[in-house]
């Protein structure tokens, strides 16, 4: 295991969430795994299910010696990181939907939140949180849009947790030394996008057809014959993968 991850995991019972935990550790870096999230998170401030042991539910603290608009960018890279892990463990194949889903057979099984937390000098700390379905069960209404990977061992949940971890570490090292190009490719050769994509910003919805993304992560579309780019938002894909 890369020699930053072997030290620095610490394994919870229940919690609020990792990301919260993170947010207030002392630690310079450091990863926190927990058995059951109580008020997990997703993006938008929607709640995240955590039920105990049926989720891979952690949280990296790291404070990133880069520039502040370089922060999104590592979702996207942890993005990459995650399948190559679940593909290693589970011998599936993972997908990708910008810029923080991670998806198996159009279904989502991993859902990744970034916060930073600011101080006097700018950026403090940032949280890359990782919510992975190991062996959920989802009502009728969820189970159109996510499912689980279907690992039922605490061994085998140990070993992708191991996996995303040396992952991760490697990834960001390599982040810091290359930028997110280093990882544009294979992102977007795993992107589930394409066609036309309706993209919900915070003041607005756009509709428009997918051009492709660029070298920073931001997604391009095509909206009435302008080109916009955009570096935020939520993407629905009309009749792809399942998604309305």
């Known amino acids: 295991?890369?020699?930053?991850?072997?030290?620095?995991?610490?394994?919870?019972?229940?919690?609020?969430?990792?990301?919260?935990?993170?947010?207030?550790?002392g630690d310079a870096e450091a990863v926190f795994v927990a058995d059951e999230q109580t008020a997990g998170k997703g993006s938008k401030g929607r709640a995240w299910q955590s039920s105990l042991n049926e989720g891979l539910y952690m949280s990296f603290l790291i404070r990133p010696t880069i520039e502040a608009a370089q922060i999104p960018g590592i979702t996207l890279m942890v993005a990459v990181v995650v399948c190559n892990a679940i593909e290693s463990v589970c011998g599936v194949s993972c997908t990708i939907k910008w810029p923080n889903d991670v998806l198996v057979n159009g279904k989502k099984v991993c859902g990744i939140l970034t916060e930073s937390v600011f101080g006097a000098q700018g950026v403090e700390r940032v949280v890359c949180g990782i919510g992975i379905n190991t062996n959920q069960k989802f009502g009728v209404e969820l189970s159109s849009k996510a499912d689980s990977l279907g690992i039922r061992t605490k061994r085998q949940k140990m070993v992708l947790c191991n996996r995303v971890v040396t992952g991760f570490f490697e990834?960001?090292?390599?982040?810091?030394?290359?930028?997110?190009?280093?990882?544009?490719?294979?992102?977007?050769?795993?992107?589930?996008?394409?066609?036309?994509?309706?993209?919900?910003?915070?003041?607005?919805?756009?509709?428009?057809?997918?051009?492709?993304?660029?070298?920073?992560?931001?997604?391009?579309?095509?909206?009435?014959?302008?080109?916009?780019?955009?570096i935020a938002g939520e993407i629905s894909l009309r009749g792809e993968n399942g998604y309305v």
Request: glycine share 10%; charged share 25%; no cysteine.
């Open 1 to 25: 295991m890369h020699e930053k991850a072997i030290e620095n995991i610490k394994y919870l019972g229940s919690v609020t969430s990792t990301n919260d935990i993170a947010k207030k550790a």
């Open 171 to 230: 990834g960001y090292d390599m982040y810091q030394q290359k930028g997110l190009t280093a990882f544009m490719t294979e992102f977007k050769r795993r992107s589930a996008i394409k066609g036309t994509v309706t993209l919900t910003a915070p003041n607005q919805e756009y509709k428009g057809t997918l051009i492709g993304f660029d070298d920073t992560g931001a997604i391009v579309i095509d909206i009435n014959g302008e080109l916009h780019r955009f």
